[in-house]
């Protein structure tokens, strides 16, 4: 199986950078194998690319039933194992309970909020990543993948769609 490569296009125009990720798809490169980076935050819809989904709402609804969960254990398990009557008071205290419930399942989504985004936008990161000082200059650059065969296919319609630059991406442009 051939080795892939990493290549760039410089792209002036958001429009261009649209249709020539239209025009990737259909010289075969998947979208996992696409990267738009941009100094603006362009919405995926803009691009035409689907819609990444994110798991982030899921883990962050695991965390606040687990620290709901560890919440419950502390406020009621707590009295339970260790029963101290005090001047006639309820055993199980609802009102202070309530607090403590609610700080231990905030502090649970908040914290597996925290993690899940993280781990979904690749954080920490030690390599480098691809970059171009064009960019701050308000350029799109369109990082992508694609087998040896079809390099002269790609840059040559990527030429066509107006890209001020298409290269390999090497060291000095990561």
Known sequence: MSETSAHMAIFDDINQAAEAIVKLR???VYEKDMEVISGVPYSHKVLGRSEKRSYVPLVGIFGALLGFGAGAALNFG????????????????IPPGLLILFETTMLGLLVFTFVGVMIENGFPFFRRKPYHPEIANGKTMIVFQCLPKYESMAYEAMQKLGAEQVSIAT????
């Open 171 to 174: 060291e000095t442009t990561l």
């Open 26 to 28: 259909q010289l075969g």
């Open 78 to 93: 707590t009295p339970l194992l260790y029963p101290i009557r005090v001047g006639g008071q309820a055993l199980l205290p």
